[in-house]
């Protein structure tokens, strides 16, 4: 991709709105100003006036378009390091419309999703990291998301990850400098405190991998499936957790064929939440079904949390018991809800033995709303640790800083290995090499282009 050109979207959202935002970044972006724009005030040019609001006329060639305000941007203190100039205009559809043409045909060309941003990061403006936040802002659903991802966090993570390479950095350069001139004294650390000084660092690299749970549930969600046989009150749950009619509930058994998937934030948590069809014997549905039951396998082999809904008003049965036999053989978090608690309950959380890691009795029809309530606060206990300040301590809440991470670990532990059996140094030297390289990942200065396209690939246009 050419980074000269000249680009132009409407950054706010689609929609008749109050106002209407329209952003222009590249080499050009004053002379487009200047080919669209008027400034009311006499003499006023919208060089000489840097981030100063004007107010005007918005042409498109001699076509009066709309009349706004406008405000330049010179480069390099702009969001992307480039001139940007942004203009906000009525916000109708039609005239926002309009605005952006008249930019397009006074020599911008149209801004592709993610650019702006991506423009930002090319010219050094923000780290991958904070790129990455700012998608998740922009994604945000929940208040902890936003507090994850707000400036005051990435900033807390970037420092904590800049101190780990950075002693990293140090200390290898001692090594090394041990290594090239073992008769100097010009090593800082001695093999010993090298040891040491790993295991430390080591240390924080595993404090911020333990906070990567909480902040994928968080931010990245929990896949989570509701199962239970039919007519029991998956979908009654499954519109109490949403807090709307989102899938359809009667009394006829086998009503929701098709897995129904919705990403809803309960609690802290963020749930892609799959109703089913039920899991009954396959032998008892018609064709339709018999596929519905079959998907609901398959996503029930993909989730993390499974909540397993029983009629209580009824005993346990056969095929009841079939489900905790098959949810026993999968990995994911356990939660049964005891459903229609409203009537005679006649199964005690006892009768289902150890199978699950919580067991919530409740009438998802009459208390919908402590009905969430009481799976937030079991997700929440299951999935987050309580211990983690979100918005005040670093979380990491990506896969991609967590794989990095991960191996910036493993190579961390080899060279603890070999220092542990007296190796030589050089050996410790490579692998730390090699972690200040995954550091290099997880902080966003050494990724490949594909996972910088696809981090980017997630914005809007105009963002
Ligand atoms: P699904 O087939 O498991 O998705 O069950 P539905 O959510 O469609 O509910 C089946 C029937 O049970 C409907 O008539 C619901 O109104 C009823 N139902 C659901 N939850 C409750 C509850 O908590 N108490 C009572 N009494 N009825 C409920």
Not at 40 to 67: M, T
Not at 163 to 179: G, N, P, V
Not at 331 to 347: E, H, P, Q, R
């Amino acid at each position: 991709m050419a980074y000269g050109h000249t680009i132009a979207a409407i950054s706010t959202p689609p929609g008749k709105g109050g106002v209407a935002l329209i952003r222009i970044s590249g080499e050009d972006a004053l002379a487009v100003a200047e080919r669209v724009f008027a400034p009311k005030r006499r003499g006023a040019a919208i060089k000489d006036n840097p981030r100063a609001q004007l107010y005007g006329d918005i042409r498109n060639s001699a076509e009066f378009v709309d009349d706004g305000m406008l405000t330049y941007f010179p480069a390099p203190h702009s969001y992307t390091g480039e001139d940007v100039v942004e203009i906000s205009c009525h916000g109708g559809t039609l005239v926002t419309r309009c605005v952006l043409e008249a930019v397009l045909s006074a020599g911008a060309t149209a801004a592709e999703a993610g650019e702006f941003t991506r423009r930002a990061f090319i010219n050094g403006r923000l780290t991958l990291t904070e790129a990455e936040a700012i998608g998740t802002v922009l994604e945000a659903r929940s208040r902890d998301q936003l507090r994850i991802s707000s400036a005051p966090s990435r900033d807390i993570l970037a420092e904590k990850i800049a101190e780990i390479r950075e002693e990293l950095t140090s200390l290898l350069s001692s090594i090394f400098a041990r290594i090239d001139y073992p008769d100097e004294d010009l090593g800082e650390f001695t093999a010993r405190e090298s040891l040491v000084i790993l295991t430390e660092i080591d240390g924080k690299i595993n404090r911020l991998l333990s906070t990567y749970p909480t902040g994928k549930a968080i931010c990245e969600g929990i896949r989570t499936v509701i199962a239970g046989k039919p007519n029991v009150g998956k979908s009654t749950l499954y519109n109490a957790v949403l807090g709307e009619d989102a899938a359809i509930v009667t009394s006829v058994a086998g009503t929701t064929r098709d897995v129904l998937s919705r990403e809803v934030s309960l609690g802290k948590v963020m749930l892609h939440l799959s109703d089913t069809a039920g899991v009954r014997n396959i032998a008892l549905a018609d064709e339709v079904e018999g596929i519905g039951i079959e998907r609901t396998r398959a996503e029930l082999n993909k989730a993390e949390l499974i909540i397993a809904v029983f009629d209580a008003s009824r005993p346990l049965d056969g095929e009841d018991a079939a489900l905790v036999a098959e949810l026993d053989a999968l990995g994911a978090a356990k939660i049964a809800v005891l459903n229609k608690c409203d009537l005679d309950a006649v199964i005690t959380p006892e009768s289902l033995g150890g199978s699950f890691d919580a067991v919530i009795s409740t009438s998802a029809k009459d208390s919908p709303t402590d009905t969430a309530a009481a799976l937030a606060s079991e997700a929440e206990r299951l999935f987050t640790d309580g211990s983690i300040r979100v918005g005040e301590e670093a979380v990491i809440y990506s896969a991609r800083q967590n794989s990095a991470l991960m191996r910036a670990h493993v190579f961390i532990g080899a060279a603890i290995a070999a220092y542990e059996r007296g190796e030589w140094e050089d050996a410790a030297a490579s692998e730390i090499e090699r972690a200040l390289g995954a550091i290099a990942e997880a902080d966003g200065r050494a990724v490949s282009d594909e996972v910088v396209a696809g981090i980017f690939s997630k914005f809007c246009v105009g963002k």
